[in-house]
């Protein structure tokens, strides 16, 4: 599997208006060209997230496979609850 970019999927009060009375997913996904980006983002992202937390998953560096992240809010700061590999 070779290596992807970093994406992450979340809820917002937007994307559930958008899907109300038509079939698709409520869930927004975006991808970021770095995982850099996508965590100067996050706090942004967190913020209007309606679900538990956000789910980033990418690959790493001489690994293969697919690695997630659930994302929260904690104090204002994001912070990893959970990871591993899928």
Known sequence: MPNFKPQISYI???SI?????????RTITKRFDTY???KKSLKAILTSNLDEYAVVSRSRKGEWGEWFEH????NGKPK???????
Request: proline share 0%; no cysteine.
């Open 12 to 14: 917002t009060e937007e």
């Open 17 to 25: 208006r958008a899907v109300y009375g038509k079939s698709g997913s």
């Open 36 to 38: 850099a980006k996508l």
């Open 71 to 74: 994302w929260i809010l904690v």
């Open 80 to 86: 990893i609850i959970k990871q591993g590999w899928n």
